[in-house]
């Protein structure tokens, strides 16, 4: 079972339907007991870094999830991925601290949101293909980055600590690429 957390910020109905169309089982919750009983945690995101922050913690949910991606593979997707970084220039918030580095705001002279379809740098052969990105801020950082994408300057794309997973862009929305992507994810990650 895949529990999606659902704390109010999240493009939580695609996700769900990519998860199905996948043949996984899933639920949306943000009960602890649920989240606990769940295999996998996807914790999504779209919207503003402080107001996810602030909404996570209204819910109690900062305890348990940081107690969960001790035991078990968790995902964060787009804004939660950012989530699981130190701090953000969104809001000046304090983030999950799971993962060393900082979000930031896009600069340069390319429009922002980064918003459209974008090649993925990477190693990994399975990790190349156009994806589906729509963001204002991006992380930096120079660990765990398992694939890039280039808008004006790089932009982290996929980070992987051990059980932990960050993707920037949306997969649910970034065709039979982005659905193999979240399927490696929740198969155990990407063969660094």
Known sequence: MIAIVDYGL???????NALHYLGYE????HDVTKLKAADTIILPGVGHFKDAMNRLNELDL???????KKQKPFIGICLGMQLLFEH???GDAEGLSYLPGTVKKITGSLPVPHLGWNKLNSSLPSLQGDVYFIHSYKVHTDENVVATANYGNPVVAIV??????GIQFHPEKSGDQGLHILDQALKGGFDL
């Open 62 to 68: 900062v305890p348990v999830l940081t107690e969960l």
């Open 160 to 165: 992987q600590k051990d059980n932990l997973i």
């Open 10 to 16: 999240g493009n939580i109905a695609n996700l769900s």
């Open 88 to 90: 953000s220039e969104e």
């Open 26 to 29: 899933t639920i949306v919750t």
